[in-house]
C-alpha cells in the first residue's frame, strides 16, 4: 500500500512493528505541535518589549494574541474538516508551510499593524496544522501503541508550558543581533522548514471515508459575530466609547441567533453544520462548553495583565519575569498527571470544582500579596500563589475534556471535542479583548513616569478580582458535569477511546 492508499475505514493500515517511518512521522508531528504550544507561550512574555520597541497600542498589543486566538479558534474545526476531505498529511504540510511562512512576517514585521495582520495568519495556520496532529497518530499506530504515544504528547504539552516562558524571556533578554523580540518569532523558521522537509517524505496520507461538508457560512458567521463583539471592547477605552461600539456589541447576539438558525437548517438539510446543535441536548456538555469558555475568559484576562503588571508595572526584565512564572508551570504539569492518574478516578467532579477553588483562593492571595507589598513584592513572595494556582489549573485542564464529552453519543465524540477546543479559544480572545475594560480601563491617561508602575500594579489588583469572580462562577458551573465521567459505556464517548481532535495547551506566560 502506498502512502495515499487508504483502507474502508479511512486509516490507512498501520505501519508495521518494525517500520520506523511511523517514529519518524511522530517526531514530526509532535515537534509541530510543540512549535504551536511553545508560539503561544512565548509571545506573552514579550508583549511589553513589543509594546516599546514597535510602539504598538494598547488596542495592538490585545490584538497580537486575541488576533491569534481568534483565528485559531475559527478555523480549528474548518482545518480538522478539511484534513479529512482532502487528507491530513497534505493539511498538515500547507499548516506547517503557513505556520513557518507567518512566523517570519511576524519576524520581519515593519510596524504593529503588519505584526497584528501577521499574527492572525499564523493562527488560521496553526488551524490547519494543529488538528492533524492526533488525527496522523491514530492513522500511523495501532491501538495497542496509541497509549504510550498520547503518554508522550502529555509530556511535550508539559514541556511547552516549562519551556516557552524562559525561551521567550532568553530570546528577548538576549537581544539577539540587534533584533529585539524578532527573535521569538524568527526561531519557528528552521524548526518549521525542517518539518515541511521530514514530513513530506516520512508521514502517510490518510482522508476520512465519507467527510462532511464545510461549513464556509457558519464560519464567517462566527467570525463576524465575535468581532462584532471583540473590536469594540479592544478600542473602546482608547476612544472614549464611542456609540458604534454599543451598537456593534448589540448586533453580536443578533448575529449568533443567526447563526443558531442557519446551522440548524444545515444540518437538517445535509447533516454537516459547523456546530452540532443536538450535543446541547446533553446537559453536561453544554455546561462543559460553558466551563470551557468562562475558564478561557479567565486565562486570556489573566496571562496578558500578568505579564504587563510583572514588566511594565514592577519593572523587571523579560527574564526575571519568565522565572518568577516556573513554580506556575510545573504546578500545572504536576497537578494535571495527578488528577488523571489517580485523583479523578476515585472523587470524580469533585476535583475540578476543588481545582476551581484553589485558583480562586490562589488568586485572593496573590491580590492580598500585591496589595500589601506594592512595588516591593519579590518574585519569592509570588510563589506560594502562583503554586496554588498552578495546582488548581492542573486539576482542571487534563480532566476537563473527558467530564464533558463523558455523556456525548460516541458518533458525535470528534465533532464534540473539535467544540470543546474551539469555544475555550473563543473565551481567550474574548479575555483578551476585555483586558480593555479591566486593566487599561482603570489606568488613568497622560500619566507621568513615575505614576506608570503603581497604576500597573493597582490596576493589576483589580483585573485580579475579576479573575477570582471568573473562577466562582466556573465552581457553579461544574455542578452540571456529571459527578463521574462515564468511561466505556455504549454510545458515549469516554476516556481514551475518543478521537480527540486537538487538546491545546493553556496560555501560560
Not at 499548516?95 to 520581519?108: E, K, Q, R, V
Not at 518569532?185 to 516520512?202: C, D, E, M, Q, T
Not at 472523587?347 to 481545582?355: S, T
Request: net charge neutral.
Amino acid at each position: 500500500m502506498t502512502s495515499t492508499e487508504t483502507t474502508l475505514s479511512g486509516i490507512p493500515d498501520a505501519p508495521a512493528a518494525g517500520d520506523r517511518r511511523r517514529w519518524f512521522a511522530l517526531a514530526i508531528v509532535m515537534t509541530a505541535a510543540f512549535m504551536d504550544l511553545v508560539d503561544v507561550t512565548i509571545v506573552n512574555i514579550a508583549i511589553p518589549s513589543i509594546r516599546q520597541d514597535a510602539g504598538a497600542s494598547v488596542s495592538q498589543i490585545q490584538w497580537i494574541t486575541a488576533g491569534y486566538a481568534l483565528a485559531f479558534a475559527a478555523g480549528l474545526i474548518t482545518g480538522g474538516r478539511l484534513g479529512d476531505i482532502h487528507g491530513r498529511k497534505r493539511l498538515f504540510l500547507v499548516g506547517i508551510g503557513g505556520f513557518t511562512l507567518a512566523s517570519a512576517l511576524c519576524g520581519f514585521a515593519a510596524n504593529p499593524e503588519m505584526l497584528v495582520a501577521s499574527r492572525i495568519l499564523q493562527g488560521g495556520m496553526a488551524a490547519m496544522m494543529v488538528p492533524q496532529v492526533l488525527s496522523i497518530v491514530h492513522a500511523t499506530f495501532p491501538a495497542h501503541e496509541r497509549g504510550k504515544v498520547f503518554g508522550l504528547f502529555g509530556a511535550i504539552v508539559g514541556l511547552g508550558a516549562v519551556s516557552g516562558p524562559l525561551l521567550g524571556a532568553l530570546l528577548t533578554e538576549w537581544n539577539l543581533f540587534g533584533l529585539e523580540w524578532r527573535p521569538i518569532f524568527l526561531i519557528n523558521l528552521p524548526v518549521g522548514i525542517a518539518g515541511l522537509v521530514l514530513g513530506s517524505r516520512f508521514i502517510t496520507e490518510s482522508k476520512a471515508p465519507r467527510a462532511l461538508k464545510l461549513d464556509l457560512v457558519g464560519v464567517a458567521l462566527v467570525v463576524v459575530g465575535l468581532l462584532l463583539l471583540l473590536y469594540p471592547l479592544t478600542r473602546g477605552e482608547e476612544l472614549d466609547w464611542p456609540l458604534w461600539g454599543y451598537v456593534s456589541m448589540a448586533g453580536a447576539p443578533l448575529v449568533f441567533a443567526a447563526l443558531v438558525a442557519y446551522e440548524r437548517r444545515k444540518g437538517a438539510r445535509d447533516g454537516s453544520p459547523l456546530v452540532e446543535l443536538s450535543l446541547f441536548k446533553v446537559k453536561s456538555f453544554a455546561a462543559g462548553i460553558a466551563v470551557q469558555t468562562v475558564f478561557g475568559i479567565g486565562l486570556g484576562i489573566f496571562f496578558l495583565v500578568w505579564t504587563l503588571y510583572m514588566q511594565t508595572g514592577l519593572g523587571w526584565s523579560p527574564l526575571r519575569a519568565g522565572l518568577t512564572g516556573v513554580p506556575f508551570s510545573i504546578a500545572v504539569s504536576t497537578a494535571a498527571g495527578l488528577s488523571v492518574q489517580q485523583l479523578v478516578p476515585r472523587f470524580g467532579r469533585k476535583v475540578l470544582q476543588a481545582g476551581a477553588l484553589l485558583m480562586a483562593v490562589g488568586v485572593l492571595l496573590y491580590l492580598w500579596e500585591a496589595e500589601r507589598y506594592g512595588m516591593g513584592i519579590s518574585s519569592w513572595q509570588m510563589a506560594l500563589p502562583l503554586v496554588v494556582m498552578g495546582v488548581g489549573m492542573g486539576l482542571i485542564v487534563a480532566p476537563l475534556t473527558d467530564a464533558v464529552l463523558s455523556e456525548v453519543p460516541r458518533e458525535h465524540a470528534g465533532s464534540a471535542s473539535g467544540l470543546i477546543n474551539t469555544v475555550q479559544q473563543m473565551g481567550n480572545a474574548l479575555g483578551l479583548g476585555l483586558v480593555s475594560v479591566v486593566f487599561f480601563g482603570v489606568i488613568g491617561d497622560d500619566l507621568r513616569p513615575a505614576q506608570v508602575g503603581p497604576a500597573f500594579v493597582d490596576a493589576f489588583q483589580h483585573a485580579l478580582g475579576w479573575v477570582a469572580a471568573v473562577m466562582g462562577v466556573i465552581f457553579l458551573l461544574m455542578f452540571a458535569l456529571p459527578k463521574r465521567p462515564a468511561q466505556h459505556v455504549e454510545g458515549a464517548g469516554g476516556g481514551a477511546e475518543l478521537p480527540v481532535v486537538e487538546e491545546k495547551a493553556p496560555e501560560l506566560v
